[in-house]
């Protein structure tokens, strides 16, 4: 049956508009995948359950619960599946795919199935503020992703439901949230980006106040999941439960959909959910290994301890397109893009590429540009196949004698003080500490995109300054150091 259901998706996503599908986040799960999500439920002693597969797509992840229940022998009198899909080119194969399915089934316990043809947000919002919401023992879900813009008739009727979030995945999970009895079960694969930034803050908040985390998975191949359809989301599979108390949560890995290297270990939940994160950032070890700054006492500062600040460039290119120049000339000043940077070294100028090298200096650009000084700057995005999430750099004002200002563009983050440079040696011992392996593995636990924002950058903690001060004497004289160096020297420090 599940083979056939995985021909039957293939086929589906070769006929299927790619458009349309991409417009509506649809992309179906695989058996395996399906299969492996409705293993971790624990059914318990039940005689009847109720499923809420919301965005059902052609009924893998039912077909996978129902296996499941098959497999479990036990006495169970009736199961009902409310199956709710939006697709109008989908909702016959469902149904066809449901009918194969009870054709087929050992008839170990009745079955109903209800195919919902409609919208899954409008009808869950309207029964929730009717009143009228039937509850469900288990819900599974492979839902849509596709932002939700703030004038929508989506975040109109979410908010009509006490909901606030900005993504449709994120939408469905919590409406299937909202659809769960007590003690009631939900497994859902979804992208991983709700984890951390301020914009999934309140459907964290949430999530951690209905429900505990039982178990997150990760695929350590971030293109496997849904490779079929050129997915390159970061996807993680999470098993909550309903009002209940939050115990140690199983974070499980596996190289991709199959599942052959599959490993767990439990972690306390204080290590997910760090206390008195008002943010709620939910962290998800990267390796077995603690991290060795989650066990210094010296790497436990914030940037306001110690009086720095980290900024996204204010310079918006295209907004300054009349005052920024090709190469430099008189009357301006640098403008550093990430393409500047290469590891230890600033390559300025650039000749020959598609980005400008300098701004105007006057009273109209003035606001944008920070006064000449040291400056430590981390790109805010990097791609998947680099091997650090974090690259830092610093930026010398040795090296520009004759300017008075720097320009900053928008896709570099810039560490300052007031709008000003920092010491020399922090500016330097900051990039070395950025570029280590341990803020790599730290920042991979609760960021799982390629974007490196403020608030994330704000979320590390840091060493006091005396260590930062030797980590940037240090990088001075080695100027040409390499990744295990620095991890090296950084163990001495801390």
């Not at 079960?185 to 984890?195: G, K, T, W």
């Not at 980590?471 to 001075?476: F, H, P, S, T, V």
Request: glycine share 6%.
């Amino acid at each position: 049956m599940l083979k056939t259901l995985d021909k039957i998706r293939l086929d589906i996503s070769t006929e299927l508009n790619y458009e349309k599908r991409s417009d509506l986040g649809q992309f179906m799960t695989p058996s395996s995948i399906a299969g492996f999500m409705a293993s971790l439920f624990d059914f318990g002693d039940m005689d009847s359950y109720r499923l809420l597969d919301a965005g059902a797509g052609i009924g893998s992840l039912s077909t996978a619960f129902l296996k499941r229940l098959e497999k479990e022998n036990k006495k169970i009198d009736r199961v009902e599946i409310k199956a709710v899909e939006i697709d109008e080119n989908l909702q016959d194969k469902l149904e066809e795919v449901f009918e194969c399915y009870k054709a087929l089934a050992n008839n170990q316990f009745d079955v109903e199935i209800d195919v919902i043809g409609k919208d899954f947000v409008e009808y869950a919002v309207k029964h929730i503020l009717s009143g009228s919401k039937n509850l469900f023992t288990h819900a599974i879900l492979n839902p849509p992703y596709k932002k939700i813009s703030s004038d929508s008739e989506h975040r109109f009727l979410l908010r009509k439901a006490g909901i606030e979030t900005v993504n449709l995945y994120t939408a469905f999970v919590a409406l299937g949230i909202e659809f769960l009895e007590s003690g009631g079960q939900l497994v859902a694969i979804i992208p991983r980006s709700f984890c951390n930034g301020l914009y999934y803050r309140q459907f964290r908040d949430f999530l951690l106040s209905k429900t505990a985390i039982r178990q997150i998975h990760l695929f350590d191949t971030r293109d496997k999941a849904f490779g079929d359809d050129n997915v390159l989301q970061e996807n993680v599979i999470i098993f909550l439960e309903r009002d209940r108390p939050q115990n140690d949560v199983v974070i499980s890995r596996s190289n991709d959909g199959n599942f052959k290297d599959y490993s767990a270990q439990k972690y306390s939940f204080d290590q997910i959910v760090n206390i008195g994160d008002k943010d709620n950032f939910i962290h998800i070890p990267t390796t077995s290994e603690t991290n060795i700054l989650e066990l210094s006492s010296v790497c436990n500062y914030k940037l306001s301890e110690l009086f720095i600040e980290v900024s996204t460039g204010p310079v918006v290119d295209f907004r300054v397109k009349e005052h920024i120049r090709e190469m430099p000339e008189e009357g301006t000043v640098p403008l550093f893009y990430p393409g500047h940077f290469n590891g230890n070294t600033v390559q300025y100028p650039k000749k020959n590429w598609k980005k400008p090298n300098a701004i105007e200096f006057n009273y109209l650009t003035e606001k944008w540009l920070y006064p000449k000084g040291f400056y430590t700057v981390v790109r805010r995005f990097s791609s998947k196949e680099q091997k650090r999430r974090i690259y830092a750099s610093v930026v010398n004002p040795d090296l520009f004698p004759e300017t008075i200002a720097f320009g900053f563009e928008n896709h570099l983050n810039v560490f300052h003080s007031k709008k000003r440079g920092i010491s020399e040696f922090i500016a330097y011992g900051l990039a070395s500490f950025l570029n280590s392996t341990s803020v790599d593995q730290n920042f991979r636990s609760f960021s799982g995109h390629t974007q490196v924002n403020v608030t994330d950058l704000r979320k590390l903690k840091y060493p006091n300054l005396d260590i930062l001060v030797s980590l940037g004497r240090w990088a001075k004289v080695n100027e040409n150091h390499t990744q295990e160096m620095i991890d090296e020297k950084l163990l001495t420090l801390i």
